[in-house]
């Protein structure tokens, strides 16, 4: 937090608890709550989402910023973890992820973490990386960067979504020399099981009570590779667990009796 302005922002990612050297003293549903970071950053909202991207962690200025109570329901498809006094502990489940809202990254910001990341990358001897899920000012600079000769890795970078694929257009691939190919989309259609999201056929054995966070089933699962032949590019769907891998892989006729219904979810 030094030397950051008071009540400025602050967002990162990449936690992940079973990763920590000292785990935390105690866990909520397998989660630390905000304690430790909350008084660590009285003065600061916080937001950090973790590594698989399903979940964030927020402070208690950033709970109370946006307004976050003992009444707040989750969103259909999210879930906040709460404690046994029914307060939010700061960990927000997939689509709850909504409920926190940090301003969006500057395109100057967005610059200096590309120029971090790949500084890290070097130093560990990482020349090449998959960009699952990038935004389009991300990819924007990642092709200025290329154009320039100052990307300094190779990246195969994936639209995040469909109306970003939709605005983007044509995949670019590049040629065999390119530091840059976009040429796929990455879809998701449930949750992570680290973040207690994924869609199982049975109960988390240590968290049975978890609500089901999946995702109203979107119209494209129905013809993924119907919509990759109009749009040009390999679709990347990621689906965490039995139940969501089951409903992709049906075949396409059941997919779309199953889906006729505009956002119906999975059962």
Not at 219 to 242: D, F, K, L, N, V
């Given at each position: 937090?030094?030397?950051?302005?008071?009540?400025?922002?602050?967002?990162?990612?990449?936690?992940?608890?079973?990763?920590?050297?000292?785990?935390?003293?105690?866990?909520?549903?397998?989660?630390?709550?905000?304690d430790?970071?909350?008084?660590?950053?009285?003065?600061?909202?916080?937001?950090?989402?973790?590594?698989?991207?399903?979940?964030?962690?927020a402070?208690?200025?950033?709970?109370?910023?946006m307004?976050?109570?003992?009444?707040?329901?989750?969103?259909?498809?999210?879930?906040?973890?709460?404690?046994?006094?029914?307060?939010?502990?700061?960990?927000?489940?997939?689509?709850?992820?909504?409920?926190?809202?940090?301003?969006?990254?500057?395109?100057?910001?967005?610059?200096?973490?590309?120029?971090?990341a790949?500084?890290e990358?070097?130093?560990?001897?990482i020349?090449?990386i998959?960009?699952?899920?990038?935004?389009?000012?991300?990819?924007?600079?990642?092709?200025?960067?290329?154009?320039k000769?100052?990307?300094?890795?190779?990246?195969?970078?994936?639209?995040?979504?469909?109306?970003?694929?939709?605005?983007?257009?044509?995949p670019?691939?590049?040629?065999?020399?390119?530091?840059?190919s976009?040429?796929?989309?990455k879809?998701v259609?449930?949750?992570?099981?680290?973040?207690?999201?994924?869609?199982?056929?049975?109960?988390?054995?240590d968290?049975?009570a978890?609500?089901?966070?999946?995702s109203?089933?979107?119209q494209?699962?129905?013809?993924?590779r119907?919509?990759?032949s109009?749009?040009?590019?390999?679709?990347?769907?990621?689906r965490?667990?039995?139940?969501a891998?089951?409903?992709?892989?049906?075949?396409?006729?059941?997919?779309?009796?199953?889906?006729?219904?505009?956002?119906?979810?999975?059962?």
């Amino acid at each position: 937090m030094k030397g950051r302005p008071k009540g400025a922002w602050i967002v990162g990612r990449g936690w992940h608890e079973g990763k920590w050297e000292t785990p935390p003293k105690r866990l909520v549903r397998g989660f630390p709550p905000h304690d430790a970071l909350s008084e660590v950053s009285p003065d600061n909202p916080v937001y950090l989402t973790r590594a698989d991207g399903h979940a964030g962690f927020a402070n208690a200025q950033a709970m109370a910023l946006m307004k976050i109570t003992k009444d707040t329901k989750p969103p259909a498809g999210g879930d906040v973890i709460r404690d046994e006094s029914g307060q939010a502990t700061g960990v927000f489940i997939d689509a709850a992820q909504r409920l926190i809202q940090p301003p969006d990254p500057t395109e100057a910001d967005i610059r200096e973490a590309i120029r971090l990341a790949t500084q890290e990358c070097l130093r560990k001897g990482i020349t090449f990386i998959d960009d699952a899920g990038a935004d389009l000012k991300t990819i924007a600079l990642y092709e200025e960067l290329a154009a320039k000769n100052q990307l300094g890795l190779r990246v195969y970078a994936m639209i995040r979504g469909l109306d970003s694929l939709k605005k983007f257009g044509p995949p670019r691939p590049g040629g065999p020399d390119s530091f840059l190919s976009v040429r796929s989309v990455k879809l998701v259609i449930d949750g992570a099981l680290g973040s207690r999201g994924a869609r199982l056929l049975e109960p988390y054995v240590d968290d049975p009570a978890i609500p089901d966070c999946g995702s109203p089933i979107p119209q494209w699962c129905a013809r993924p590779r119907s919509m990759e032949s109009s749009m040009g590019s390999r679709s990347m769907c990621t689906r965490s667990a039995t139940r969501a891998i089951a409903r992709f892989s049906m075949p396409s006729s059941g997919l779309q009796s199953a889906s006729r219904e505009e956002g119906r979810a999975l059962p």
